[in-house]
């Protein structure tokens, strides 16, 4: 905490982003060879739809397309717009690919942060209430919620939330971001929209919020056995303070280390629960795109997410530095 | 002497799945003012169970069951949990054996003296933090405005204790409680943290409990001291009397295995025969009987009470307790008193 804290935080941010470039470089790589290996592209979808289409005519298509030339060809012309951050051009949805995935990424992230401050504020809460009244009834009950949002598999239960929620009670929409047939703007536009991601955020948040509450249990009974808890009971500190300044103060580092770990597989996830609730989302533009062999738009998504994953992990480092003074950023 | 503390057989037990535990049994000692009392014993005697039976810092499974705890005339186990609060680390503080694990890692020491200080204090976060770096200051902490903003990693083992020190003493406690300060420390730095109690005590009267299996530090820092064995205390008395003339044959035991310089080089070094019993199923009759070469029928039989010592004093004044049925003479073990530092 001495005054040059700050110039570290951006010597690290400076250095990691510098190291994020190879990373991203080699995941875009693998990206295009992997996809090269699925069967079809996006002239025989086009040419199905089409009904007919001759040979001749699909070839030209491939020729427009670029998808004539060799991989290594494509994969250097590829990289080489990557690099101008030019992610090209969708035939499929005739628009840029950049500006589809911009049109998308605000709706994922929303619901991937809301997911993750549900998991992490309800993971939290569950896990200090099992390690307060550790192998009691409220324990035990907590322990069985949770291995049931564990186990159940995510679309599933989305399913069956829509069921309830929407389909018997009536109390959320089942679908979309927003609702079609009204045109809300500011709070009533902010409150429609908190409505619609409800269903999908805790569908999301269940299996996350599993692990965080078994997660945080584990910790805060670790924390508990702790020197530094009985040096804080001989102060004279309160339950209560112990609960939250120390014990869990001290839980919140291996949670933070989890986050960090999970934050792909929550965006992962997010294509499944976007499609349940067909929420305009990046994960269904990526499946869209699967279906219609779009390899530009496909890696395009893949590529954002990438980086999206990457920064997310490099800000975790950061904070997991401000949380525990033992861990030196310039190492 | 008014007594400050007074423990009157205080039984702290836990309780296994294979058993009960009688970690602490009937064990009574008292301090006063200004005085300290060490309690000395080997791993597993019950020394640190006592210590934090005082403060009742003892969690599930273990209990106190029984005795009685007077703190300035105030039985500590019959106070609610708001009361004994009021007392932990503002009558009564405590210092421990490891400081860096004692303090809490992720916060700076000055954070956790200042929470010390105004959880008993009525202070601002600013006049609390003034005064913890002047604890610091007063502890020997060079350069303490700089190091108040430390975490407890950066710090050495005698500066953490050092600072553990200063937040014991933040609130100015009649009672310090050390659980073996010096244990994790290198043989120097034991030296200046017992310099360092011996004048803070000296300094404002507090008394001490000082648990150690260190003789050589009881010599140095204690008044009396108090040998426990198996959960109970068997010999009690002032320090001269203890270490020249001690009546227990446990006790007589452990100073012969630590007086071992006027041994020729190359003889085997002296102990006592056996080991510590299991407090899991207490034997019948005298704990020590298994390993006691003046070993008696009744020994075996029932537990010898902790009395005060009969034999014609040669300690006028000093009050000298033993829980033996055929305690040594005291002048069959001709024993040097123990002058050395640790």
Redesign the interface.
């Known amino acids: 905490?001495?005054s040059s804290h700050f110039p570290t935080v951006l010597k690290f941010l400076r250095r990691r982003l510098w190291l994020a470039v190879p990373v991203i470089a080699g995941i875009a790589i693998l990206n295009f060879l992997i996809l090269q290996l699925a069967p079809g592209d996006v002239v025989d979808v086009l040419a199905g739809e089409a009904g007919a289409a001759t040979p001749e005519y699909m070839a030209q298509l491939r020729t427009e397309f670029g998808l004539d030339r060799p991989i290594y060809v494509q994969l250097v012309f590829y990289l080489k717009s990557v690099f101008t951050l030019d992610l090209g051009f969708s035939f499929r949805q005739n628009m840029p690919v950049l500006t589809l995935i911009l049109d998308r990424l605000p709706a994922t992230l929303l619901l991937m942060l809301t997911a993750m401050g549900i998991a992490l504020v309800a993971g939290l809460a569950l896990g200090v209430i099992s390690s307060l009244y550790v192998h009691r009834w409220a324990d035990r009950l907590i322990a069985v919620f949770v291995l049931i949002t564990y186990a159940l598999p995510t679309f599933w239960l989305g399913l069956m939330a829509i069921v309830l929620f929407s389909g018997r009670l009536g109390w959320l929409p089942s679908g979309n971001m927003t609702d079609i047939s009204a045109d809300y703007t500011g709070l009533t536009y902010a409150w429609d929209v908190t409505r619609h991601a409800i269903l999908p955020a805790a569908t999301l948040a269940t299996f996350y919020l599993a692990v965080y509450a078994k997660l945080v249990r584990t910790a805060m009974l670790e924390s508990y056995g702790?020197?530094?808890i009985?040096?804080?009971?001989?102060?004279?500190?309160?339950e209560t303070r112990i609960t939250l300044?120390?014990a869990l103060?001290?839980a919140l580092?291996p949670l933070l280390t989890m986050l960090g770990l999970q934050v792909s597989s929550i965006l992962s996830g997010a294509v499944l629960v976007e499609s349940v609730f067909s929420w305009p989302g990046l994960g269904r533009l990526a499946f869209e795109s699967i279906l219609a062999r779009d390899l530009n738009l496909l890696l395009g998504i893949l590529l954002f997410s990438s980086v999206v994953v990457t920064l997310i992990n490099i800000c975790v480092d950061a904070v997991y530095a401000f949380?525990?003074?033992?861990i030196e950023l310039q190492h | 002497m008014s007594e400050l503390l007074s423990v009157h057989k205080l039984a702290t037990c836990f309780h296994s799945r294979r058993g009960i535990i009688r970690a602490v049994d009937e064990v009574s000692f008292s301090i006063a003012a200004g005085e300290t009392l060490a309690l000395v014993g080997e791993s597993g005697s019950g020394k640190s169970v006592t210590a934090a039976s005082i403060l009742r810092l003892i969690s599930a499974p273990g209990r106190i069951e029984g005795g009685e705890i007077l703190f300035q005339g105030q039985d500590l186990l019959k106070l609610g949990t708001a009361a004994i609060r009021q007392i932990r680390g503002n009558r009564i503080a405590m210092i421990f054996q490891e400081p860096l694990s004692a303090f809490n890692p992720v916060q700076s020491i000055g954070t956790q003296i200042v929470e010390a200080i105004r959880l008993h204090r009525k202070v601002s976060r600013k006049q609390a933090f003034e005064q913890a770096v002047t604890l610091l200051e007063r502890m020997g902490i060079p350069s303490p405005a700089q190091r108040v903003h430390e975490f407890p990693h950066r710090l050495s083992g005698g500066m953490r204790q050092r600072a553990m020190i200063a937040m014991a003493l933040s609130c100015e406690p009649d009672l310090l409680i050390a659980d073996e300060p010096t244990t994790a420390l290198d043989v120097t730095t034991q030296a200046q943290i017992l310099e360092l109690l011996k004048e803070l005590q000296a300094a404002n009267g507090m008394g001490m409990l000082l648990i150690t299996h260190d003789l050589g530090m009881v010599a140095e820092t204690a008044h009396r001291a108090a040998v426990m064995y198996a959960g109970r205390v068997v010999e009690e008395g002032s320090i001269d009397r203890l270490f020249t003339a001690a009546r227990h044959p446990y006790t007589a035991g452990l100073l012969a295995s630590v007086n071992i310089e006027a041994l020729a080089p190359g003889t085997k070094l002296p102990e006592i025969p056996g080991s510590a019993p299991s407090l899991l199923n207490p034997v019948q009759g005298c704990a020590f009987a298994e390993r006691c070469n003046a070993r008696h029928a009744l020994c075996d039989k029932q537990t010898p009470p902790l009395a005060t010592d009969t034999e014609p004093e040669s300690f006028p004044g000093s009050r000298h307790r033993v829980a033996c049925f055929l305690p040594a003479r005291p002048d069959a073990i001709p024993l040097p008193v123990e002058s050395e530092a640790a």
């Not at chain 1, 009985?230 to 309160?238: E, H, I, N, Q, V």
């Not at chain 1, 949380?323 to 033992?326: A, G, V």
């Open positions: 905490m001495s702790a020197d530094f009985r040096t804080a009971r001989a102060k004279g500190a309160t300044f120390h103060r001290n580092l949380l525990d003074p033992r």
